[in-house]
Nanobody
Framework: VQLQASGGGLVQAGGSLRLSCTASGDGFSINSIGWYRQAPGKQREFVVS???????KYAESVKGRFTISRDNSKNTVNLQMNSLGPEDTAVYLCNAALYFSDRDITIIKWGQGTQVTVSS
């Protein structure tokens, strides 16, 4: 099972970017999937998640600016990021809780990071 992230890049303050993360493989269902981020010299922090039922959680710092959506048929989650500021500059990491019914276990999977840089 792999999480493949895409999107990110360089944008000016006030601009927008879109991230995507796709879970590939067999034999699992996604309990929840979302994003964390880590800025240089800072701890990794939660950004947003969405559950299998569509319930969303957002960090206070991104509420009203970021929107997560999910395409269950493609095991893909998209993160639309608007009104970006320099404080959003970080490596964004996709994170998912994957449930394997044959073993009745849940595994936390991390994807590779994608860089988001917002210039002032």
């Amino acid at each position: 099972v792999q999480l493949q992230a895409s999107g990110g890049g360089l944008v000016q303050a006030g601009g927008s970017l879109r991230l995507s993360c796709t879970a590939s493989g067999d034999g699992f269902s996604i309990n929840s999937i979302g994003w964390y981020r880590q800025a240089p010299g800072k701890q990794r922090e939660f950004v947003v998640s969405i559950s299998g039922g569509g319930a969303t959680k957002y960090a206070e710092s991104v509420k009203g600016r970021f929107t997560i959506s999910r395409d269950n048929s493609k095991n893909t989650v998209n993160l639309q990021m608007n009104s970006l500021g320099p404080e959003d500059t970080a490596v964004y990491l996709c994170n998912a809780a994957l449930y394997f019914s044959d073993r009745d276990i849940t595994i936390i999977k991390w994807g590779q990071g994608t860089q988001v840089t917002v210039s002032s």
